[in-house]
C-alpha cells in the first residue's frame, strides 16, 4: 500500500517535484493504482494532473490524439469516485486516464488507423483489449498517433500530422506505436497500450526509453474481426515507464477469449506475481548485427554492448552467436507473409479508385505486390519461417534469451519518412531499415525492448530480449533483473522536453 502522505507531502517522493501535479503524473502506475484504491488521492485529482500535463506537452509532440472534452472527463473521474465510496472497485486502472492506439476500435471515440478514408469513422463496438481496459477501471481520454494503418516507424499520417520524439520533438518518434511511447515517455499516461507486427512495440520504446512488450502470439487476443486464423503477424501488448507496470497491464490485456481460438488459455493474473528473481547463471546469446548481414548506424552497437555488462553483472553468461540462416531469405519470407496479409485486409480499399487515391505510398505498394503473390509462394515462406522458428527454437535448448538492437539508427529528422541508407548501405524498401526487428517477429516469441541508454548526442536506443515462446513471464523477470541493475542515468532520463 502506498502510505497517504505520499501524496499530501512531495517531500517524501523527492525534491524533483514542485506541485501535486508533478507527483501523480510522475508515479509508477502501480504505485497510482492503490493511491486510488485506499482514496489517498482522488480520480479527478488524476485526471486533472494528466490533462494538465497534455495541455501543456501535447502541442510540443503531438502524441494524442482525438482527445475527448475534459468536462466529459471529469465527469467519468467524478463518476470513478463515487463508486469508490459506494465500495465498487473496477479493477487496478480504476480511474486511470487512458489513451487508445489508433489503430484499436473505441465505441463512440473516432478511429481514423491514420487514414484520411476513415477520419470520420466512430465505432459501435471496441475491440478486445479495449473492453478489459475499460472494465478494469480506465477512462478513455482519446487515442495516440500512428502511420496510415500502422505501416512504417515514423508516426505521421495526413489526419493528424507527425508525432515528434520525447527527446527532441524535430526527430521521429518511431511507430506504428509512436504516440503510445512519447505519451507515456512524457508522463501524459500512466500506461499505454501498442502493437506491433515489425517492431512496433519495439522500436518507439527504445527511440523514447521506455519498455514495449510483444507478447507470445495468441497471448494478447486481437479482434473482434473477420478474420481469426490466418493474421499471425501482428500483436497487440503493453507499454510502461518500468516492467512491473508493463507486465500489470499484461494482466489485464492477456486471457483467453472464444471469439479469437487461438488465444492461449493461461491466466493473467500470472502477470500480477513478483517478478523479483536471481538470474544468475541465465545464458544469453547476442546476436549483435547479424554477422555483418545488418548495416548499423555507428554507436548502436557499441552502446548495446557496453550495456549487455549489466546482465554479465547479475551473473548472466553473454555470448556472442553466429546463427546459421540465410537472413536475406527470411527478408523475402517476410516480405511475401507481409504482403499478402496487407492485401487480404485492405484490398477492398485498393479497388476503389476513389480510395485508392487516399492511400499512402507504402500502403499501395504492398498490396500492388501482394496481387502478384500466388498460393504456392504464401506457402513456400510459411514453410521458411517454419525453418526460421526451429533454428530459433535450438538455440533455446542452449540459451535462456536472446538478444538484439531494437533499431537499426538512432532517432532522425521527423520530416524524413525513413532512411534511405545506412552508411554506404542503400535502403530498397520503406522498412528495410528494420530489418533487425524481423527475427523476432517472424519467431513469435515474447519480445521486450529494454532501454539500452543513449549515444553523445541524448539519443535513445534500446536492446530486444526474446525469450522461449509463452514463457513471457521469465522474459519480464529477466529485463527486470536489468532495469533494476541499471545505472540511474538510463532508467530515469531528466532530459525529456
Known amino acids: 500500500m502506498v502510505p497517504t502522505n505520499v501524496f499530501s507531502n512531495k517531500k517524501s517522493i523527492g525534491h524533483q517535484f514542485s506541485s501535486a501535479d508533478d507527483i501523480i503524473k510522475n508515479t509508477k502506475a502501480i504505485k497510482l493504482s492503490e493511491a486510488i484504491k485506499n482514496r489517498s488521492i482522488s480520480c479527478v485529482e488524476v485526471m ?13 509532440v ?21 463508486d469508490l465510496s459506494n465500495g465498487i472497485y473496477h479493477g487496478w486502472m480504476h480511474g486511470f486516464p487512458h489513451a487508445v492506439k489508433d489503430l484499436a476500435l473505441t465505441k463512440g471515440i473516432v478511429s481514423s488507423m491514420g487514414s484520411p478514408i476513415f477520419k470520420d469513422y466512430i465505432p459501435k463496438h471496441d475491440d478486445i483489449i479495449v473492453e478489459r481496459i475499460k472494465n478494469s477501471g480506465a477512462i478513455l481520454i482519446g487515442k495516440t498517433n500512428v502511420p496510415e494503418f500502422g505501416l512504417g516507424s515514423n508516426t505521421y499520417n495526413k489526419v493528424y500530422g507527425t508525432t515528434g520524439n ?20 512524457m508522463n501524459m499516461v500512466p500506461v499505454a497500450d501498442g502493437s506491433d507486427m515489425m517492431g512496433s512495440l519495439r522500436n518507439p520504446a527504445a527511440y523514447n526509453n521506455i519498455i514495449g512488450f ?16 490466418i493474421q499471425q503477424l501482428g500483436y497487440n501488448g503493453p507499454m510502461g515507464r518500468n516492467v512491473r507496470d508493463t507486465a500489470m497491464l499484461l494482466s489485464t490485456m492477456a486471457g483467453y477469449d472464444s471469439r479469437y481460438p487461438l488465444s492461449i488459455d493461461d491466466d493473467p ?11 544468475k547463471g541465465k545464458k544469453i546469446a547476442w546476436l549483435g548485427d547479424l554477422n555483418g548481414y545488418l548495416p548499423m548506424e555507428k554507436g548502436v552497437l557499441a552502446l548495446c554492448e557496453s550495456n549487455l555488462k549489466i546482465f554479465e553483472g547479475l551473473g548472466c553468461h553473454v555470448e556472442s552467436v553466429i546463427v546459421d540462416f540465410n537472413m536475406e531469405q527470411l527478408w523475402e519470407t517476410w516480405l511475401i507473409e507481409r504482403h499478402w496479409l496487407i492485401t487480404g485486409i ?23 505486390n501482394g496481387l502478384k503473390l500466388t498460393g504456392v509462394d504464401t506457402y513456400k515462406a510459411s514453410i521458411n519461417r517454419t525453418k526460421w522458428y526451429s ?64 549515444n553523445s548526442q541524448g539519443l535513445p536506443m534500446g536492446m530486444q530480449l526474446i525469450g522461449k515462446n509463452k514463457r513471457d513471464f521469465e522474459v519480464l523477470q529477466l529485463a527486470h533483473a536489468y532495469e533494476e541493475a541499471m545505472p540511474k542515468i538510463i532508467r530515469h532520463a531528466f532530459n525529456i522536453v
Request: with cysteine; proline share 7%; glycine share 6%.
Open 62 to 82: 503531438n502524441a494524442i490524439v482525438a482527445l475527448e472534452e475534459r468536462d466529459k472527463l471529469i465527469e467519468q473521474a467524478q463518476q470513478k469516485d463515487k
Open 346 to 368: 485492405a484490398s477492398k480499399l485498393y479497388s476503389d479508385p476513389k480510395k485508392r487515391e487516399q492511400l499512402s505510398s507504402a500502403m499501395r505498394w504492398e498490396i500492388e
Open 391 to 454: 533454428t530459433l527454437n535450438s538455440l533455446f535448448d542452449e540459451y535462456d534469451a536472446v538478444v538484439l538492437p531494437s533499431a537499426q539508427v538512432f532517432p532522425f529528422n521527423k520530416e524524413i519518412h525513413y532512411p534511405t541508407s545506412i552508411g554506404s548501405k542503400k535502403m530498397d524498401t520503406y522498412h528495410r531499415w528494420m530489418e533487425v526487428v524481423i527475427p523476432g517477429t517472424l519467431s513469435g516469441c515474447p519480445i521486450v525492448n529494454i532501454p539500452a541508454g543513449f
Open 166 to 185: 520525447a527527446y527532441n520533438p524535430k526527430l521521429v518518434a518511431g511507430g506504428s506505436s509512436g504516440g503510445a511511447s512519447v505519451a507515456l515517455a
Open 269 to 279: 493474473l500470472q502477470f500480477t506475481n513478483n517478478l523479483d528473481v536471481d538470474v
Open 214 to 229: 510483444r507478447p507470445s502470439f495468441g497471448r494478447v487476443p486481437s479482434g473482434p474481426t473477420n478474420e481469426v486464423f
Open 48 to 60: 486533472n494532473a494528466y490533462l494538465n500535463q497534455i495541455s501543456k506537452k501535447n502541442p510540443l
